[in-house]
């Protein structure tokens, strides 16, 4: 399985972007579906976007549509999550998933590998 390690998580004020990435080491992405995936305190993990690397079918949650952009780079085996226009209500702790052979999905139990997240804090 490939090991994901996400970075790029931190403080910024509402209104403003942050860049996720997500490396996976060990087994090259364009094997995988990966998504992204966030958890607020005392809730459940939510899905909010996806990717099917061989195809570059995305999907993304509603309430990220025009917001958030999901992309990827074969030769850094590093997917990316661009967050712009940021609200409170985005603060999470933000993980990256990988689905060996999969498609996209927005569920998290078809996802076979976990990064260890990244926390992501809106200030309004």
């Known amino acids: 399985q490939v090991q994901l390690i996400e970075s790029g998580g931190g403080l910024v004020q509402a209104g403003e972007s942050l860049k996720l990435s997500c490396a996976g080491f060990?087994?090259?992405?364009?094997?995988?579906?990966v998504g992204w995936f966030r958890q607020a305190p005392g809730e459940e993990r939510e899905f909010v976007t996806a990717?099917?690397?061989?195809?570059?079918?995305?999907i993304y949650a509603d309430f990220v549509k025009g917001r958030f952009t999901i992309s990827g780079d074969n030769a850094k085996n590093t997917v990316y999550l661009q967050m712009n226009s940021l609200k409170p209500e985005d603060t999470a702790v933000y993980y990256c998933?990988?689905?060996?052979?999969?498609?996209?999905?927005?569920?998290?139990?078809?996802?076979?590998?976990w990064g260890q997240g990244t926390q992501v804090t809106i200030s309004s």
């Open positions: 990717i099917r690397w061989s195809s570059g079918t995305t």
């Open positions: 998933a990988g689905r060996l052979y999969g498609l996209a999905s927005k569920l998290p139990d078809d996802y076979n590998s």
């Open positions: 060990g087994l090259p992405f364009r094997r995988y579906s």
